[in-house]
């Protein structure tokens, strides 16, 4: 049978892009289709512009402590239409990028909403469009159902395009996306109280971070509020009302959708080839990206595993190598690195103490807790908190937490260490870098405890 392409991809975000491109270089006929901005969630409204918004905060934060390092600095004041027409701007040119990239690798981009038609069928609008193969990057699609009336509330889409930020916000939500846009807007002047339905934010995460993200989102003057998610929400006139409870109601002039996002497989025609997502939406794969139906792949957030734009990157280039290139091969992913940019951020790899004990591993635990020098110098109240897991038998060092200033800069480079077995001798026989927080790192000598596995209590 002719067919019009050898691979259709279904969503122009990272993982598409980097699938296509790879399978393009391999010699085969790619078209991606896309029915909003090519660089998808993370490019044009997810990473790229939320970090931008981090730095903007951050240099809130340094200004102020010029001060202490014997700066005369006049009281800062942002602006934050000045900084969405910069983020307008910079989106626009990776987009731009973007495009280029698929042009250059000989990749056809088909701008349209693309719906399964059945095997190896494509329907763009009113056109029908055959591959031999499907892969689905439709990523994930905001969360607007999880409150009776959050459909109403502004999510993060809308907040980077604010031109004036409110003097209160409300935050549903006790996820990364939640903390990160909290953190930020206190920071940026915006008395914020978070909603969340846990004890703590950051549910999955090593209860150190959790318990220690919580601290300094209240240090930044951010009311916190655990198990008090909002049963319903109402507009009111130009106000948001919050039903907490039967009697209790509270007001505020913005409030943030914050509470997640799903597999985005609504309206794709996934019927049509036998495929059934899952509870969550998402669309089940094995190991080499493959679905229930013969020819027809999933990569990315759509998959629900593990949600993070270098890793659709990964799977989609591997997809591509395995069907097209010399070498099949797959992606890893129980040493991948993660990074929540509060202020200050966050950085993980490896599981949490919880889930080591669950897996029935005994665990030698190594913290360190302290003021950096930078706060020490000028008075500051923020600590660095840094934890390493190690395997108790074997010595191998199985996970690095860490929530304090360059956290996603030092974990990343420690990633590799671990990605390649280091033991915790490893560690040791380090020398030190100093003076940097890093270096911690590299001097924990002492076990603060030891974890024993859930099937020996």
């Excluded at 903007?56 to 014997?70: H, K």
Aim: hydrophobic share 45%; with cysteine; proline share 5%.
């Amino acid at each position: 049978m002719n067919f019009d392409y050898d691979l259709i991809t279904l969503g122009a975000g990272s993982g598409g892009v980097a699938a296509s491109r790879r399978a393009a270089l391999h010699g085969a006929r790619v078209a991606i289709v896309e029915g909003s901005r090519v660089g998808g969630t993370c490019v044009i409204r997810g990473c790229v512009p939320k970090k931008l918004l981090m730095y903007a905060a951050q240099f809130g934060d340094a200004l102020r402590e010029a001060r202490g390092y014997g700066w005369d600095v006049p009281t800062p004041h942002f602006e934050m239409a000045r900084w969405a027409a910069a983020k307008a701007a910079e989106t626009d040119r990776l987009e731009g990028i973007y495009r280029q990239m698929l042009q250059g690798s000989g990749v056809t981009l088909i701008d349209g909403w693309a719906r399964i038609a059945g095997p190896q069928r494509v329907q763009i609008g009113e056109r029908v469009v055959s591959a031999e193969r499907i892969l689905i990057a439709t990523g994930g699609a905001i969360v607007r159902d999880s409150i009776s009336g959050i459909d109403l509330c502004p999510t993060s889409d809308d907040l980077l395009d604010l031109a004036a930020l409110p003097e209160r916000a409300a935050v549903i939500g006790g996820g990364y996306i939640a903390v990160e846009f909290a953190s930020m807007l206190a920071r940026l002047g915006v008395q914020v109280s978070l909603y969340f339905r846990d004890r703590l934010p950051l549910r999955g995460f090593d209860e150190m971070l959790r318990t220690a993200c919580a601290a300094e989102l209240q240090a930044a003057g951010i009311a916190l509020h655990p198990g008090s998610a909002p049963q319903r929400i109402q507009r009111a006139g130009e106000l948001y009302r919050l039903m907490l409870g039967e009697d209790q109601v509270v007001e505020f002039p913005w409030v943030l959708n914050a509470t997640g996002r799903r597999p985005n497989t609504a309206g794709l025609g996934l019927d049509s080839l036998g495929i059934t997502p899952d509870k969550a939406g998402a669309v089940p794969v094995d190991g080499q990206q493959q679905t229930t139906a013969p020819g027809v792949y999933a990569i990315g957030d759509v998959t629900n595993r593990k949600n993070l734009t270098p890793v659709a990157i990964a799977e989609g280039r591997a997809l591509a190598d395995t069907l097209y290139g010399p070498h099949p091969r797959s992606v890893d992913l129980s040493r991948v690195a993660s990074a929540v940019f509060t202020l200050p951020p966050i950085a993980s790899v490896g599981p949490s103490e919880a889930e080591l004990v669950a897996a029935g591993r005994r665990v030698h635990v190594f913290e360190a807790d302290f003021r950096p020098m930078k706060q020490a110098f000028i008075g500051g109240s923020e600590r660095t908190r840094m934890k390493l897991l190690v395997d108790a038998t074997t010595d191998v060092v199985l996970a690095v937490h860490m929530i304090g200033a360059d956290a996603p800069e030092i974990v990343q480079s420690l990633a590799v260490a671990l990605t390649a077995g280091a033991t915790k001798s490893d560690f040791d026989r380090t020398i030190a870098m100093h003076p940097t927080a890093a270096e911690e790192f590299v001097l924990m000598r002492e076990v603060s405890r030891t974890l024993e596995p859930a099937a020996a209590r």
